[in-house]
């Protein structure tokens, strides 16, 4: 058989395209050598989370105790759905305490979630637009306890350019918050640290009765990425 028939098959064999075969890039390199030596990575599959990110999530709230049994949680740009796997056991929306509140867990993505029980999830959602926000309003039994935002877009190669992307992404979660969380809610938003932050505070710090700057350790500490942790919303008057 010739070597590019038999590339072709175990490509086949293993559901991947002959191009992950191929040796990687130095880039590609540092980051499997990174996601190898990465203690929360190995700790994400022990744990069967869909990536490292849930344990960021469960160190803020394992500090600042957002998400109760009981709790309404929408979660935006939730692919691959490990923040809604921590957000599903913490409100206990599958039910798996009987003599606990059920929550609900309602999620979002531009890409496709996989199914996760105790979760509701809209795939290929724009979370900035505001026929989203309608939809995700029709899945919520009542108004929201948390929103949760890990949204991030894909990096441009540009840093500043990225960052600013991704404040005014964040900015449209003041919409939907007005449409969705209730009074005393909060919101826990992912941002790039950068020139632009500072606006995105402001402005929650107009409509959120505190707000602060969160750097889990699992978040890398070569990485700009911070979290504003809003609490107890209370809705702009207009
Ligand atoms: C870092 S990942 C989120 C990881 C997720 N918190 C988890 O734990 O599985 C960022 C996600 O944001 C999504 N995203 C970026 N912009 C978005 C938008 N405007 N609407 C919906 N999702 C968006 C991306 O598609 C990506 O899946």
Known sequence: MSTTKSVFLVSRTLHCSARVLKKPKAAEQRWLQRQRKDPYVKASHKQNFRCRSAFKLLEIDDKFKLLLPGHVVVDCGAAPGAWSQ????????????????????????????????????????????????????????????????????????????????????????????????????????????????????????CIFGSVRIVKPNASRKDSSERYFLARMYRKPIK
């Open 86 to 205: 921590v957000a599903v056991q913490r409100v206990n929306s599958a039910g798996t305490d009987p003599s606990a509140p059920r929550g609900t867990v309602v999620g979002a993505d531009l890409l496709n979630i996989a199914a996760l029980d105790g979760a509701h999830f809209l795939s290929h959602h724009d979370v900035t637009d505001p026929a989203t926000h309608a939809k995700l309003l029709q899945l919520l039994p009542k108004r929201a306890h948390v929103l949760l935002s890990d949204m991030a877009p894909n990096a441009s190669g540009f840093k500043e350019l990225d960052c600013e992307k991704l404040i005014s992404s964040c900015l449209t979660l003041i919409d939907l918050a007005e449409m969705v969380l209730r009074p005393g809610g909060s919101l826990l938003c992912k941002y790039w640290d950068g020139p632009f932050s500072h606006s995105l505070q402001e402005k929650l710090s």
